[in-house]
């Protein structure tokens, strides 16, 4: 039976969450009667002692563990060898800043699996924070234009909110926001920002999360295509706010003399342009929940900023918040990640320039790239507990052989991106990304 180690994350200071809460990993214990560790953490949400109490031994280094899990990337100095590595490890797209560590994991015989590649038969994801990044990225964009619009000496019940890092749990975040929304309901939102429209792009989990933070204050959905008429014509009301959620069909449109068609548009994303651009007028807030590569059209771009701010004296949007935080992606301003002590910078369309912070001229970004790190208590137990049934048969399995002799669960072996040190046929094609030299300036 093969020991367990949890590692303390190191990314940043911010990272707090866990793959596995002390109970599930108790239960794990039980199961299975492995040997289980936890690296020492002073900043984890879940104490050692907690581990401890749950049958884990509290250590220094990952040595102790054959099975190791983390949340994010490992630095390429901390991999050990011939060990089988859990984590995110953002390479599957060939991302230069992580092929080092790849090849590390390459050149230390050890295996790779990356949870975000442990899909079922239809490649939906079966172990996801995504839903709590939706949480983080509605909260904290509420306090952002709180802040914001009160430098602009434009009062609002916003200025009330907190950054999600500051609320003990999603359910305290929402009772606090219910009572701020009792505000909304009984004075209404000020003339300046009023009606006030937040557009989602997507309605997957990230969506799903989001939504769920804005529905503790008085909303109403609107559709996409009654959006203009409804503004047109006054019939939008300052006492609530209004959700606008959008689809592909309203995101893209196809370049010929064709309908639409979501499979289509999904496998040739060639032949569809952005149809976004005529949807921006119109939002207040726009929050993208939408999974994005380099393939698909992007839908805000710089040039339709430049436009908006240049036929409208005071244009409605002031503030993005890129969720899915693809820099230089399906949002172009999106030009850097940031982190949970300055997680918004401002977006100057008219000159394509980008100024610190969120108090001053421009549109409010937030591209914090890790959100589910500001819930880590629920955000740590909906993983794990997603998490939870693969890690006996990982446990149990056996490395001696080859990939399939190895009986691990079909789930786990598509996530397999490296087995005892080679790239399996599935992810071969990153050999071509590995080989790739960096720029040199």
């Not at 969450?17 to 002390?22: A, D, G, M, T, V």
């Not at 196809?254 to 976004?276: A, I």
């Not at 240049?310 to 409605?316: E, H, N």
């Amino acid at each position: 039976m093969k020991r367990l180690l949890i590692r303390a994350e190191d990314k940043n200071q911010w990272e707090r969450r866990s793959p596995l809460i002390p109970q599930d990993l108790q239960d794990i214990v039980r199961e299975t009667g492995a040997a289980a560790f936890v690296q020492a953490s002073p900043k984890r949400f879940f104490k050692d002692s907690a581990y401890q109490e749950a049958g884990a031994g509290v250590v220094q280094t990952m040595d102790d563990g054959d099975v190791v899990l983390g949340v994010k990337e490992i630095p390429k100095e901390k991999i050990l060898d011939n060990k089988v590595y859990l984590f995110f490890s953002h390479t599957i797209k060939g991302q230069t800043d992580n092929m080092p560590m790849l090849k590390r994991i390459m050149d230390s015989g050890s295996t790779l699996i990356d949870y975000e590649r442990i899909v079922d038969d239809n490649d939906r994801r079966l172990v996801f924070f995504g839903r709590y990044a939706g949480d983080a990225g509605a909260l904290n964009i509420l306090w952002l234009m709180g802040e914001y619009w009160q430098h602009q000496e434009i009062e609002t019940p916003f200025t009330e909110c907190r950054q999600a890092l500051y609320y003990h749990s999603v359910q305290e975040a929402k009772t606090h926001l219910r009572k701020i929304g009792e505000t909304i309901k009984a004075k209404g939102l000020p003339a300046a920002i009023a009606p006030m429209t937040i557009g989602i792009l997507g309605y997957g989990n990230v969506s799903k999360g989001a939504q769920n933070i804005f529905d503790a204050l008085p909303t109403e959905r609107i559709a996409p295509e009654n959006l203009t008429g409804a503004l047109a014509e006054n019939r939008l009301q300052n006492d609530r706010i209004y959700l606008v959620i959008f689809e592909e069909k309203h995101l893209v449109q196809p370049k010929g003399d064709f309908t639409f068609d979501l499979q289509d548009y999904y496998q040739n994303p060639h032949k569809y342009v952005s149809r976004f651009d005529q949807y921006l007028p119109y939002l207040t807030i726009l929050v993208n929940a939408t999974y994005w590569d380099s393939r698909y059209p992007r839908f805000v771009t710089w040039d339709n900023l430049n436009k908006l701010y240049t036929a409208y004296a005071y244009p409605k949007l002031q503030g993005i918040a890129d969720i899915t935080c693809d820099v230089n992606g399906s949002i172009e301003c999106n030009v850097r990640t940031t982190d949970s002590g300055q997680p918004a910078y401002l977006v100057q369309p008219e000159i394509e320039l980008t100024t610190e912070g969120h108090k001053g001229e421009g549109i409010v970004l937030l591209a914090v790239d890790n959100l589910p790190a500001e819930l880590p208590n629920d955000a740590s137990a909906f993983f794990s507990n997603q998490l939870k049934p693969f890690i006996a048969p990982l446990l149990r399995a056996d490395f001696s052989g080859g990939l399939e002799q190895s009986n691990l669960p079909p789930a786990l072996k598509k996530a397999t991106i490296v087995y005892k040190g080679k790239l399996t046929e599935d992810y071969d094609y990153l050999k071509e990304y590995l080989s790739v030299k960096p720029p040199r300036y």
